[in-house]
């Protein structure tokens, strides 16, 4: 038994007699463990009943991936850390270990959930843990041979406990499991399977761009490194469809690496099923609203029909005809994927984009712990076949496959998936040891189980952080030897369900109320894009805007992404509008100008409406239709006429081919200065007239003129000589 600072643990120097009485009372203790042998230990009863609020946090790893042979040895290492702000002061150790029968899946689960499993384990070994400061940490080792331990019982797995207490206060404990593995024992392996997402969380667009396509897909980027891990393993990925249509889209520039993981992942022998559009949740409307997921329509943008020629070979096309990007959501059937001759006519759509030859179709794979028989009904009439389920959502186990109405309910094991998701999370060996060792333990008691199911690990929706922790965990578990891998699709086909209940969960009423919002925001942009001469053009971008806001790969940012969907949408329908201003009319009869701006990438058709708050002016047509081209501002002439002189204000409003209002109303000050114009006139008239006639006066005054010989010069007829 031995001690080990780490991480910067301050010494403390130790005096004679402080090391002697740590010797006494080491000694004491183990005395102790001697004369009672291995009955409960008082320090883990301690442990259990009090609430330790030292801040000291113990993580156990047992060595050898907590497999244990009689010929070797029960070893733990244990580390405290000191996450308080005040020293910590040193204290006793102690492994505790309840060897007797095996522990079954759902007693492991219980233990490791921190519930009370009515076990008290024995105490077998102690070592001595000094004084921490903050952030400071220590490892302690402690063993035992097993020949010392009374394991009792067949193979199979044991609970492990180590408590760290100083004198009367538990300052820390931890939980852990070893696997008892006598001579000559074979066990019976157990199917382990894995469902891992392929999906790239954490972006709003309804495609992703090729820029962040190019970062997903390159060497170390996101996507490679889960496929990498992954193909070749019993893994079945739910494959994210926005993924493949994004790329498609791009056609000739799509990054290479992008188009190369594509192939890639056409390639790899993994089962794999379609996710809904962006991994959006499967069942958040029919929570909220009692409606299916909307399903994906049009790509929202003018995609060249091309992109598609050859993408897929002739056999993908068979298996596609009929498969749905997002199948847990919708009972229409999906586009085939388009042919040649399809191509040539017109634009694919998002569902022809994404459309893959999967292995599962019809999948939904909602969040753990989410689910609610209600929900899973309207999934159920919305054409869903299969949902992934964890253990904690059904009322009893039914082993891989059970069946819920007309439902497939493939169960997934909660702690199992907790332990796995930890291990391929781990930073440091030690906590991939303790989270491995939870794996291990809990596969074996799978297979210690009469009915021996197969086991299934749900990975969750967390971005991967090391891929080289996942690679490991998968190489581990096969490693095990009560472990063996398999096929998701082949397990289901060969189980014969039994109908389980659902167990209802509680869903967030702040979430079913955002969920509720961006269904009414998407609903309005809907009828919104009607003035649009395409509406599909803005439609079917906002549904997989919808679907991307309700990604479970938000996470805690699943807020933030709905207020961005819902500040989105009310924007978007503010991009139309009037331009205010006040107006100076200076005639009887005229036409009032009205200037109507377009903030949109697409042509709009709307009509402009005015209604005088007064009798002052006379609209003669209400209503003026106007055409407005993308990004710019039109002006349409509402013929009016001014009755008197004043100012008036007027209600000017835009609406859509049925009536509908388009935003708000704008209320302009409108200047009549009815009769200036026949007077303007009536002066104009008198200018010309004068004009006229001083200008024909003058030409005939010049006419007279050249007809009359000058004066001077002249010589009378009586004066004249004559010859």
Do not use: K
């Not at 790509?299 to 050859?310: E, N, Q, R, W």
């Not at 991939?432 to 009469?450: E, G, N």
């Not at 199911?453 to 490693?479: C, H, T």
Request: charged residues 20%.
């Amino acid at each position: 038994m031995s001690a080990e600072r780490v991480r910067g643990a301050s010494a403390v120097p130790a005096t004679r007699v402080r090391a002697l009485l740590s010797t006494l009372l080491i000694g004491a203790l183990g005395l102790a463990i001697g004369v009672a042998g291995h009955s409960s230990s008082p320090a883990a009863a301690s442990a259990r009943g009090d609430e330790a609020t030292s801040g000291l946090v113990i993580t156990v790893a047992p060595a050898e991936s907590g497999i244990v042979r009689p010929a070797g040895a029960l070893s733990v290492r244990a580390v405290a850390t000191n996450s308080s702000t005040e020293a910590t002061p040193a204290g006793i150790a102690t492994l505790a270990i309840a060897a007797g029968e095996p522990a079954g899946a759902d007693r492991l689960a219980a233990w490791f959930g921190e519930g009370d499993t009515g076990v008290r384990p024995a105490s077998v070994a102690t070592a001595a843990v000094p004084a921490l400061e903050p952030g400071s940490s220590s490892a302690i080792d402690l063993a035992v041979a097993a020949d010392a331990v009374a394991f009792g019982g067949a193979w199979g797995p044991r609970l492990v406990e180590v408590t760290v207490q100083a004198g009367e206060s538990v300052l820390g404990t931890a939980r852990s499991a070893v696997v008892w593995t006598p001579d000559g024992t074979s066990p019976a392996p157990s199917t382990t399977l894995t469902v891992i997402p392929l999906t790239a969380p954490g972006f709003d667009d309804a495609f992703l761009a090729a820029d962040d396509l190019a970062v997903l897909t390159a060497p170390g980027g996101v996507l490679v490194r889960t496929l990498e891990a992954v193909a070749g393993r019993p893994v079945a990925i739910g494959v994210d469809p926005r993924i493949i249509a994004s790329i498609r889209a791009l056609g000739t520039a799509a990054p290479e690496s992008a188009t190369a993981f594509l192939d890639r992942l056409a390639l790899i022998p993994n089962d794999t099923f379609a996710l809904a559009w962006a991994d959006a949740d499967p069942i958040a409307t029919a929570q909220a609203r009692g409606v299916p997921l909307p399903p994906v329509e049009g790509a929202g943008t003018a995609v060249d029909a091309s992109v598609l020629d050859g993408g897929v070979d002739e056999q993908s096309s068979e298996d596609a005809a009929g498969s749905d990007p997002s199948p847990s959501t919708s009972a229409e059937p999906a586009s085939p994927t388009p042919t040649p001759s399809r191509l040539a006519e017109e634009a694919p759509t998002a569902a022809e984009l994404s459309a893959w030859p999967h292995d599962l179709d019809a999948v939904a794979w909602p969040r753990e712990g989410s689910a609610t028989a209600a929900a899973l009904g309207v999934l159920e009439e919305s054409g869903g076949e299969t949902v992934i389920l964890g253990r904690s959502s059904l009322d009893a186990d039914p082993g891989l496959v059970g069946r819920t109405g007309g439902l497939r309910v493939v169960r997934a094991d909660d702690a199992l998936s907790r332990a796995a998701r930890d291990a391929a999370a781990a930073t440091t060996e030690q906590e991939w040891q303790a989270a491995f060792a939870r794996v291990s333990a809990l596969i074996a008691a799978s297979s210690t189980a009469d009915a021996s199911p197969a086991s299934l690990i749900a990975f969750g929706r967390e971005r991967l952080g090391n891929s080289l922790r996942l690679v490991e965990l998968l190489g581990a578990i096969e490693a095990l030897p009560w472990s063996r891998g398999g096929s998701l699709v082949a397990a289901i086909e060969a189980s014969r369900p039994p109908e389980v209940g659902i167990v209802d969960a509680q869903p967030s009423e702040e979430r079913l109320l955002e969920v509720a919002r961006m269904l009414d925001a998407e609903a309005a942009d809907r009828v919104f894009a009607e003035i649009a001469l395409e509406p599909t053009s803005i439609t079917d971008a906002r549904r997989l805007e919808l679907l991307a806001a309700l990604s479970l790969g938000w996470g805690d940012e699943s807020s933030a992404a709905a207020a961005r969907f819902l500040t989105a949408s009310s924007e978007l329908r503010s991009s139309v509008q009037i331009v205010e201003g006040p107006i100076l009319l200076l005639a009887d009869r005229s036409s009032l100008p009205v200037t109507v701006q377009n903030g949109l990438d697409v042509p709009v058709r709307v009509f402009v409406r005015v209604d005088a708050a007064t009798g002052q002016l006379r609209v003669e047509d209400r209503t003026v239709e106007a055409l407005v081209e993308p990004q710019s501002q039109t002006r349409a002439l509402v013929p009016v006429q001014s009755l008197t002189n004043g100012e008036v204000e007027i209600t000017v409003s835009l609406i859509d081919g049925e009536s509908r209002a388009i935003g708000s109303p704008t209320t302009v000050l409108l200047n009549l200065q009815a009769g200036w114009e026949t007077a303007a006139v009536v002066v104009l008239a008198v200018l010309v007239v004068g004009l006229f006639a001083f200008g024909l006066a003058r030409d005939i005054r010049r006419r007279r003129t050249r007809r009359t010989p000058p004066s001077v010069g002249r010589v009378p007829d009586g004066d004249r000589i004559t010859s």
